[in-house]
């Protein structure tokens, strides 16, 4: 009972490579959804789906699951460089404004590992910690006495970091809530209604970020950082 489940997720999983591999594209997306159904989920299964709906030319789903997938796998460079293929089939042309100076920086240290790496790592510099106040404690010269209390003090600035490092790529994780476009065209309102003006008219595809929700609407904030409200139904989340 504990094996079957598992057994028909990778079943499906391989017979959607299959249809995949003989260009079989619409099966293959069957084959792959019908295991997201069964609640299995991996980066590799959204690369290859993402990759499927990349050949039906399907650009919003395609976008979608490869961003899915950079989710499980932030730093696979596969995953990002067919995201940027399918990204170029894109109507909108907006502009990233990168971040500058402390905040930049900060992120670009602790997003280079996955907040769960960071957590391992901060285990094994406890466990490090532990062996040298045990050196510390049993030594019985005073310079590997003195090597030890300086090994320990190096590992708690390390565990202190890397705890930090934790905490605040967890914190990026929840609070960023990145989501595609799903509709072939759609407009962002200045207000959550449809009397408001226009602010901007997105197409399938695009990537915005979602800052809050009113009744059916989401207010949204483009990567160059014009913000607007959009309707729930246009847009899927991906986290």
Same mark, same amino acid.
């Given at each position: 009972?504990?094996?079957?489940?598992?057994?028909?997720?990778?079943?499906?999983?391989?017979?959607?490579?299959?249809?995949? /591999?003989?260009?079989?594209?619409?099966? $293959?997306?069957? $084959?792959?959804?019908?295991?997201?159904?069964?609640?299995?989920?991996?980066?590799?299964?959204?690369?290859?789906?993402?990759?499927?709906?990349?050949?039906?030319?399907?650009?919003?789903?395609?976008?979608?699951?490869?961003?899915? $997938?950079?989710?499980?796998?932030?730093?696979?460079?596969?995953?990002?460089?067919?995201?940027?293929?399918?990204? /170029?089939?894109?109507?909108?042309?907006?502009?990233?404004?990168?971040?500058?100076?402390?905040? !930049?920086?900060?992120?670009?240290?602790?997003?280079?590992?996955?907040?769960?790496?960071?957590?391992? #790592?901060?285990?094994?510099?406890?466990?490090?910690?532990?062996?040298?106040?045990?050196?510390?404690?049993?030594?019985?010269?005073?310079?590997?006495?003195?090597?030890?209390?300086?090994?320990?003090?190096?590992?708690?600035?390390?565990?202190?970091?890397?705890?930090?490092?934790?905490?605040?790529?967890?914190?990026?994780?929840?609070?960023?809530?990145?989501?595609? #476009?799903? $509709?072939?065209?759609?407009?962002?309102?200045?207000?959550?209604?449809? !009397?408001?003006?226009?602010?901007?008219?997105?197409?399938?595809?695009?990537?915005?970020?979602?800052?809050?929700? *009113?009744?059916?609407?989401?207010? *949204?904030?483009?990567?160059?950082?014009?913000?607007?409200?959009?309707?729930?139904?246009?847009?899927?989340?991906? !986290?």
């Amino acid at each position: 009972m504990l094996v079957s489940p598992v057994f028909f997720a990778q079943s499906g999983f391989e017979k959607g490579n299959d249809l995949y /591999k003989n260009g079989k594209y619409e099966q $293959a997306v069957d $084959a792959y959804n019908s295991v997201l159904s069964e609640k299995k989920q991996s980066a590799e299964l959204y690369f290859n789906l993402a990759n499927a709906y990349y050949k039906l030319n399907k650009v919003a789903p395609a976008i979608y699951n490869y961003e899915k $997938a950079l989710v499980l796998k932030p730093n696979d460079a596969d995953i990002a460089n067919n995201l940027r293929f399918a990204q /170029k089939r894109t109507v909108d042309e907006i502009k990233v404004v990168p971040t500058v100076g402390f905040a !930049k920086l900060l992120r670009d240290f602790t997003g280079t590992y996955h907040y769960n790496t960071w957590a391992w #790592i901060s285990v094994s510099f406890s466990v490090l910690f532990l062996i040298s106040f045990l050196g510390y404690y049993f030594s019985a010269l005073s310079l590997n006495k003195r090597l030890f209390f300086f090994g320990m003090f190096v590992m708690f600035v390390l565990l202190v970091s890397s705890v930090s490092s934790a905490i605040f790529e967890r914190s990026y994780f929840k609070n960023e809530r990145p989501a595609i #476009i799903f $509709a072939e065209k759609t407009e962002v309102k200045s207000e959550p209604q449809n !009397k408001g003006t226009n602010v901007i008219v997105l197409h399938e595809g695009t990537k915005v970020f979602v800052k809050e929700k *009113v009744d059916n609407w989401k207010k *949204v904030e483009l990567t160059d950082g014009t913000e607007g409200w959009i309707d729930s139904e246009a847009i899927q989340e991906v !986290k």
